[in-house]
């Protein structure tokens, strides 16, 4: 079946950096994209942009644009995103989805990353 | 940036009831919006998207409807795995509301 399995907890400390892998399975992972949301505890979820698994283009959100890359390894059928300058408020778990362009479907299983020093 | 104003912030209610839930988008989105479901310590489920398609697997008793800027969920008849927050997401520029969590009344 279609799935999504990330990468596991992660604890940094501020302005270090981040990144998390999303691995694909189920669908050729060349045809579809992937998007990248957050959820801050208690607080509603937040897109961060997407990756186009085939030919490796990005759009970020402007929030994260500059601090935010998305890359994937088509030999893996893995997309990644890293988040550099980490400071506390970016506490949150971070999801992956693959979107057909009309369905945000599967998401990961979220993957929390701890900001603290 | 599309804000997306979901209504009301939580709803109690009884299984076997009928639950109406609103979001509304500050500019027109067309029919590009979708319904998910999040259980705690869970990811979100896709209910419905292209405002009225139910996902597949998702049971009929839910239904989405609207276009434009009003949007609706309905749960036909509550059941108890039917508590959790609800979020709706438009896909023209990406935002989401910011949730309606439905509790046992």
């Known amino acids: 079946q279609v799935q999504l399995v990330q990468s596991g907890a992660e604890v940094r400390k501020p302005g270090a950096s981040v990144k998390v892998s999303c691995k694909a399975s189920g669908y050729t992972f060349t045809s579809y994209a992937i998007h990248w949301v957050r959820q801050a505890p208690g607080q509603r979820l937040e897109w961060m942009g997407w990756i186009n698994a085939g030919n490796g283009n990005t759009k970020y959100s402007q929030k994260f644009q500059g601090r935010v890359t998305f890359t994937r390894d088509t030999s893996a059928s893995t997309a990644n995103m890293e988040l550099s300058s980490l400071r506390s408020e970016d506490t949150a778990v971070y999801y992956c989805?693959?979107?057909?362009?009309?369905?945000?479907?599967?998401w990961g299983q979220g993957t929390l990353v701890t900001v603290s020093s | 940036e599309i804000v997306m104003t979901q209504s009301p912030a939580t709803l109690s209610v009884s299984p076997g009831e009928r639950v109406t839930l609103s979001c509304r988008a500050s500019q027109s989105i067309s029919s590009n919006l979708a319904w998910y479901q999040q259980k705690p310590g869970q990811a979100p489920r896709l209910l419905i998207y292209?405002?009225?398609t139910r996902a597949t697997g998702i049971p009929a008793r839910f239904s989405g409807s609207g276009s434009g800027t009003e949007f609706t969920l309905t749960i036909s008849s509550l059941q108890s795995e039917d508590f959790a927050v609800y979020y709706c997401?438009?896909?023209?520029?990406?935002?989401f509301g910011q949730g309606t969590k439905v509790e046992i009344k």
């Open positions: 989805a693959k979107w057909d362009g009309v369905q945000l479907w599967p």
């Open positions: 997401h438009q896909y023209n520029n990406w935002t």
């Open positions: 292209g405002a009225s």
